[in-house]
């Protein structure tokens, strides 16, 4: 059974920093694109940031450009996002994703290009 597994939220003041982790199991991605994406309640599902599988290539939401970092180690399976300067608008449930392809593809920010999800984890930045 395929899964990813996010780890790393939590409660955190405005300007601090968290980092989330994503570890598959079931199967490798270390051939495959990854992604984070953020759900605010109430809000659609939004794309946060995205990784081609050597790490060499990301994108990132412009919301979070310049604050947060996508990495990867292909030898754990593993994927983080490295969260610098919160805001209480960066608060919602943080999902990381896989795509079938090895690189960000055309529509890297689309939700529908990622077959493959984890159940989130709760980031909350007070001010």
């Known amino acids: 059974q395929v899964q990813l597994l996010e780890s790393g939220g939590g409660l955190v003041q405005a300007g601090g920093s968290l980092r989330l982790s994503c570890a598959a199991s079931?199967?490798?991605?270390?051939?495959?694109?990854r992604g984070w994406f953020r759900q605010a309640p109430g809000n659609e599902r939004e794309f946060v940031a995205a990784?081609?599988?050597?790490?060499?290539?990301?994108y990132y939401a412009d919301s979070v450009k310049g604050r947060f970092t996508i990495s990867r180690d292909n030898t754990k399976n593993t994927v983080y996002l490295q969260m610098n300067s919160l805001k209480p608008e960066d608060t919602a449930v943080y999902h990381c994703?896989?795509?079938?392809?090895?690189?960000?593809?055309?529509?890297?920010?689309?939700?529908?290009?990622?077959?493959?999800w984890g159940q989130g984890t709760q980031v909350t930045v007070s001010s």
């Open positions: 990784v081609d599988w050597s790490g060499a290539i990301t």
């Open positions: 079931g199967r490798t991605f270390s051939r495959n694109a």
């Open positions: 994703a896989a795509r079938n392809s090895v690189g960000v593809g055309a529509t890297p920010r689309l939700t529908t290009s990622y077959p493959y």
